[in-house]
């Protein structure tokens, strides 16, 4: 058997973490400072989330909440699981993933490549909702035999994957420099970890979250209790809630920024025609905040501006790459919304 010990993780799983920033010249220039981007597509399993998986399955084999064989579980809107199956198949496990059926052809299909038995819910509104993803995603471990929900939204090891990988690696490299961090919030753990991590080393960063228009965490955040009347938000895979998850820690968080679906994928193709780089759904949530919020976030010369790219537009071809050239979308940045 396995021991779970850090010999046998590092020897057994590709490398996870450790993933380039890179300074992006043509955001620099626009916004005249220093944008750089965390490119956490270059993980083994193309997305941030390995990194999360990695610690709650370590967790759960330390503590012994399972045995050799057993079956991994986990609600996801694709990459978390996918970075479950991969390490839970590396180390002997299974790995059985509950996705909503919003998830991407691409990542469903990259979930089936990698091993794990898949169910499609109706949404993934929180256990309250008896056909969201979380919710039967914790009765098929309750009646399952050797059987663990990893369960992101409530695991404290989602916060501290990023609190003991993300945050130092980034202050590291940045050379101490990094004045803003922005990135998407799902479950929050990214936001919370990476943030935590940065407050303790500068007081004065600013940590700044953006989540699609109808989620419910702005408001969270600055009324620390959710609005009354909850509408579905605009989908935007990976980021946005309608309920808090345990992951989410807003004590580090200055402001969570609102940006819509639709000035998103317009913000993708913008940056793609421009870089000849596809990224994410969720980064491309991230440019589109730039654009629309730029004249409150008002950055100086100098500002070492970190924008989190959690994954790669090879997720998304068929939701934001399918259309032809816009001459219009890459010659004005026309993401307005
Ligand atoms: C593509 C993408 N972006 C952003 C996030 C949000 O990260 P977090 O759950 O740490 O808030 C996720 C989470 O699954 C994601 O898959």
Redesign the pocket.
Known sequence: MLLPNENNYISTIPAIGDTPIRRCDFLSNIYKTNILIKEEFHNPGM???DR?ALFMIQDAIQRQRIQSGGTFVEA?????GLGVTMIARRLGYKAKIFVSKSCSQEKINKLEEAGASIEICDNSNGLQDFQSTQFRAQSFAAKEENAFFTN?YYNTQ?IRA?YKTTGPEIWEQTSNKITHFL???????????VGRFLKEQREDIHIW?IEPKGSILQHYLAHRTAPENIQPFEAI???GRNFV?G??DPQPIDHIFQVGKEPSKRAALWYYQNTDIQC????AAVLASLHKYSHIMQFNPEDQVLL?F??HGS?YISKLYSKPVDEEVINAINIDG
């Open positions: 997305s941030s989330k999360p996801s809107s694709g990459n978390t992101q989602n990023h990135c998407g919030v799902g479950t929050g753990g990214t936001i919370s970890g979250g895979e990976g980021i998850p992951s989410f994410g759904f969720s980064s989190f959690p994954d997720r």
